[in-house]
């Protein structure tokens, strides 16, 4: 066990909609980072925030945003949702901001029909 | 551009020979390098990373990785690989410029690695 939460666990919805994916990171941990594992994309870098403020910024969407809270859960928010955003949505969380290892949860499925 | 290779899709390997995981990384700054591994239905699990200093790391499950700066590799290594090992396994960097710059992450395609009994 990681010690980082995801949920839900799986999301079905459709094209168009909006979705929030939460994340509840490892105690003690300040940063937090999303990915999005696809077949077609691998593994991409979306965002990281640390104790509040965007540290670093990957391939994120526009459509996509994401916000890290004073309890230091994060929320990631995918609007005007393609059948290409079908993915696993993963979060990781680290001590730091920098070289420290990461811990993933076990993701979020997100299937657009 | 930062980018990280990894060449081979899939590592076959019989169990209790070495085990050799390939990936090389082209950054503009002074990297971080790590690997990750990565079961079914799982989220990525940290092995080792790579900041400064001696070039050979050892990391957890019995895995080490060498860091050749000349070469802009890090393929990962483990002597005496098990069945339990097979999975799938991540190369990812972060580029770093100063103390105070950092690029985004990025990972490697990802290898499949196939311990046979």
């Known amino acids: 066990d990681s010690g980082v939460t995801q949920t839900p666990k799986h999301l079905i919805t459709a094209t168009g909609q909006r979705v929030t994916l939460r994340c509840s990171p490892r105690?003690?941990?300040?940063?937090v980072y999303w990915y999005q594992q696809s077949l077609d994309q691998g593994l991409q870098f979306l965002i990281q925030?640390?104790?509040?403020?965007?540290?670093a910024k990957g391939n994120i969407l526009e459509r996509f945003s994401a916000q890290q809270f004073p309890d230091l859960h994060s929320e990631l928010n995918l609007s005007s949702l393609e059948l290409g955003d079908s993915a696993l949505y993963f979060c990781?969380?680290?001590?730091?901001?920098?070289?420290?290892?990461?811990?993933f949860g076990d993701g979020t499925r997100l299937s657009i029909l | 551009a930062q980018s990280v290779a990894q060449p081979e899709d899939q590592v076959n390997v019989a169990e209790g020979n070495p085990l050799t995981v390939k990936c090389t990384y082209s950054?503009?700054?002074?990297?971080?390098l790590f690997w990750y591994v990565q079961y079914p239905n799982r989220g990525l699990q940290f092995l080792l990373k790579?900041?400064?200093?001696?070039?050979l790391v050892k990391g957890s499950y019995g895995f080490e990785a060498e860091f050749n700066k000349s070469q802009t590799s890090f393929h990962l290594k483990k002597p005496s690989a098990l069945v339990s090992d097979s999975a799938l396994y991540f190369c990812?960097?972060?580029?770093?410029?100063?103390?105070?710059?950092?690029?985004?992450?990025?990972f490697g395609a990802g290898t499949q690695v196939v311990v046979t009994p």
């Open positions: 990781a969380s680290s001590v730091g901001d920098r070289g420290q290892p990461q811990h």
């Open positions: 105690s003690g941990d300040l940063s």
């Open positions: 925030y640390y104790n509040g403020e965007e540290r």
């Open positions: 950054v503009s700054g002074n990297p971080y």
């Open positions: 790579y900041i400064t200093g001696d070039n």
């Open positions: 990812a960097v972060r580029d770093r410029w100063g103390t105070d710059s950092w690029g985004k992450f990025q």
